[in-house]
C-alpha cells in the first residue's frame, strides 16, 4: 500500500498488488448519545461545509493518536458540549463506508451532570440542543435528521433500551 495523498486528517492510499483499490485512512471517532430524566436527546447543531448547511448530529469527533475511546469520548463531549461524563457504555462499534473507508465510528451511551463551558476547536460553529426522543424518531423519518451515525446511534437506544416501547 502506498499513499498518494495526505492532508490534515486524511491519507488517501493505493493498493500496490494486483487487485486495484483505492480507500481514505481517517482517524476512528467517537460518538455519545445522552438522554436525560426527560427523555430528551443531546444533539449538537453543526454547520457542514461540505454541504453548506446545518445539521443536527450526536456530539463526537476524532481519537487523537495513542488516546483510548474511552478518553476520546470524555474529551470530545466536554469539548462540544460542556457536559463531564459520569457515565460511558460502548453500544457499537460501525464502519460508515466499508468500501471507501478504514474509519470505525464507536457510539456510546453517555450521562453526566455537571456542565462547563463548551471549549471548541477552533473554527467549529456548535449549538447543543436537547429534543424529545419522540421528536428526533420522527425527524429521522421525515429526513431532517440524515447523519449516518446519529441515526444509527438513536434507533439502537430505542431497540436496546425499549425506551419507546410504543413506537
Known amino acids: 500500500m502506498k499513499s498518494i495523498f495526505k492532508k490534515e486528517n486524511i491519507t488517501v492510499i493505493e493498493s500496490d498488488n494486483d487487485l486495484p483499490l483505492v480507500y ?45 475511546i474511552n478518553t476520546a469520548i470524555k474529551r470530545e463531549y466536554l469539548e462540544e458540549t460542556g457536559y463531564i461524563l459520569d457515565e460511558i457504555e460502548l453500544i457499537t462499534s460501525i464502519i460508515p463506508s466499508i468500501g471507501l473507508s478504514d474509519e470505525i465510528i464507536n457510539i456510546f451511551k453517555v450521562s453526566g451532570k455537571k456542565q462547563i463551558e463548551q471549549s471548541l476547536d477552533i473554527g467549529e460553529d456548535i449549538s447543543i440542543k436537547w429534543l ?25 437506544m430505542k431497540n436496546k433500551y425499549s425506551l419507546l416501547n410504543s413506537v
Request: proline content about 4%; glycine content about 6%.
Open 24 to 68: 481514505i485512512s481517517h482517524p476512528n471517532t467517537v460518538v455519545g448519545i445522552f438522554i436525560n430524566k426527560d427523555n430528551e436527546i443531546l444533539l449538537v447543531e453543526q454547520f457542514r461545509r461540505i454541504f453548506n448547511k446545518t445539521f443536527l448530529e450526536l456530539p463526537g469527533g476524532l481519537i487523537k493518536d495513542n488516546e483510548s
Open 132 to 156: 424529545p426522543f419522540e421528536e428526533c424518531l420522527s425527524m429521522i423519518e421525515k429526513k431532517e435528521i440524515i447523519d449516518a451515525k446519529t441515526v444509527i446511534g438513536i434507533l439502537l
